[in-house]
């Protein structure tokens, strides 16, 4: 099916807190990457992390890490010490061959003071 | 700044019109993506383009239609213009277009059908 699922719209964190963010998909892929990219209001997509599918070690971007657990098919991320300008949309993103980056419904995040 | 160029930023239009929107890849990149993120149906994939030839094909309506030249810019053509068609409109690039590649995308252009 290569379906990419975020299953939160909306969430909101405190200032200096840390948030989670879920993302699960679909593939019969074996070796492939999976992507969070950010959208703030200004509306510019931005790449935030990226893991390798056959990289057992979790990927961090500073205060950016995600959980991948292959088996479930789980990739979600972690925002540690929440800033304000990390009021954004978060999507997640799977490759699916023939088709290019497949983009789930995204989560809207709030971070507030 | 991703490198990668979008013109117009705005564009507001009539019904039954047909516009042109234009995009040039990061330095070094070879393949062109097109997507179409609107209120209802999020980030849509509508077209990928490398190295001046069409590679994948998403969800891009038959009044849609793209092309990569040989200075490896690319352009969307959206024609006959619907309501619905109003959308952010973004093009983004990547080195190799293999599709585990990172996406880099521009600031999209906004389309207003009136």
């Known amino acids: 099916a290569q379906t990419v699922t975020q299953s939160q719209p909306e969430m909101s964190v405190q200032e200096a807190e840390t948030v989670t963010l879920s993302c699960t998909y679909d593939t019969s892929e074996s070796n492939y990457y999976l992507f969070w990219y950010k959208q703030p209001p200004s509306r510019q997509m931005i790449l935030v992390i990226r893991?390798?599918?056959?990289?057992?070690q979790n990927a961090t971007e500073n205060r950016f890490s995600v959980n991948f657990q292959k088996a479930a098919k789980s990739f979600s991320l972690k925002i540690s010490d929440s800033q304000l300008g990390d009021t954004a949309m978060y999507f997640c993103?799977?490759?699916?061959?023939?088709?290019?980056?497949?983009f789930g419904k995204g989560t809207s995040l709030l971070v507030t003071p | 700044d991703s490198g990668v160029t979008q013109t117009p930023k705005h564009l507001i239009t009539a019904t039954g019109q047909r516009v042109t929107l234009r995009c040039s890849p990061r330095?070094?990149?070879?393949?062109v993506y097109w997507y179409q993120q609107s209120l209802d149906q999020g980030l849509q994939f509508l077209i990928q383009y490398y190295n001046g030839e069409e590679r994948a094909k998403g969800n891009i309506l038959e009044r849609f239609s793209a092309q990569q030249f040989p200075d490896l810019h690319s352009e969307l053509n959206l024609s006959s213009l619907e309501l619905g068609d109003s959308a952010l409109y973004f093009c983004?690039?990547?080195?190799?277009?293999?599709?585990?590649?990172?996406?880099?995308f521009g600031n999209g252009t906004r389309l207003t059908v009136t």
């Open positions: 993103a799977f490759p699916k061959p023939g088709y290019a980056l497949n």
């Open positions: 983004a690039s990547s080195l190799q277009g293999g599709h585990n590649s990172p996406l880099h």
């Open positions: 893991q390798e599918a056959y990289k057992q």
């Open positions: 330095s070094g990149d070879l393949s």
